[in-house]
Every structure is written in structure tokens, then in C-alpha cells.
């Protein structure tokens, strides 16, 4: 059964970290690029990070260079998303989706598989 679950949300105050895990199962991510999204109350979703099948080649939102890193496990089977300086606005629930390629930005349409979601909030 293919599976995106990502974990490793939570509360944290502005200026901290937290990193996300997006576990997959059911398909190998040497042949897929993963996307981590999120959506903040009363917001639309919107891409955060992309990393390709390689790990090769990577993209960011503007809101996010610097700040987030993007990286992945094959033996694994995980990508991750390392978040430092975290700020009130990047609260929002966090998404990762299974994708060919990363593209610059990152249309939903292009994703086939989604996780849950995990929570991460900022307090100031």
C-alpha cells in the first residue's frame, strides 16, 4: 500500500527548530521527487521545499531560503525538512506529496500522493 506519513510537528517558540520526517512505504524514492507543502488557517496551500528522486537538485519558496533544509534517506525511505528560526507566519499544517520531478512552482496538479499532515506551530 503506497504511504506518505509525515511526523515530527509540534509547539514551538519564534526562533526554533523542528525537523519533519515524511516516512514513505509501498514505493522506492530513488525514482520519485517528494514536495513539502503547507497551509496556514484560511489560507491556500502552498509548496515549501521539492528535492528530486537523486537528492541531486533541490528548490525553496522565497519565505523559506535560508532557513529550511530539505534532505532525504533512501535506505531510509524518508525525506526530511529541517526548519531553524522559525517564525509565527510559518505556522501552518505541513504536507509532503510524491511527485516525477521537482518543479520551480510546485502546481499541486503535479502531485499524486499526500500525507496527513503534521501541525507545527510558532508562538511569539
Known amino acids: 500500500q503506497l504511504q506518505l506519513v509525515e511526523s515530527g510537528g509540534g509547539l514551538v517558540q519564534l526562533g526554533g527548530s523542528l525537523r519533519l520526517s515524511c516516512a514513505a512505504s509501498?514505493?522506492?524514492?530513488?525514482?520519485?521527487?517528494i514536495g513539502w507543502f503547507r497551509q496556514a488557517p484560511g489560507k491556500e496551500r502552498e509548496g515549501v521545499s521539492c528535492?528530486?528522486?537523486?537528492?541531486?537538485?533541490?528548490n525553496y519558496a522565497d519565505s523559506v531560503k535560508g532557513r529550511f533544509t530539505i534532505s532525504k534517506d533512501n535506505a531510509k525511505n524518508t525525506v526530511y525538512l529541517q526548519m531553524n528560526s522559525l517564525k509565527p507566519e510559518d505556522t501552518a499544517v505541513y504536507y509532503c506529496?510524491?511527485?516525477?520531478?521537482?518543479?520551480?512552482?510546485?502546481?499541486?496538479?503535479?502531485?499524486?500522493?499526500w500525507g496527513q499532515g503534521t501541525q507545527v506551530t510558532v508562538s511569539s
Open positions: 506529496a510524491r511527485t516525477g520531478w521537482c518543479i520551480a512552482r510546485m502546481p499541486e496538479s503535479g502531485y499524486d500522493y
Open positions: 528535492i528530486s528522486g537523486s537528492g541531486g537538485s533541490t
Open positions: 509501498g514505493f522506492t524514492l530513488d525514482y520519485y521527487a
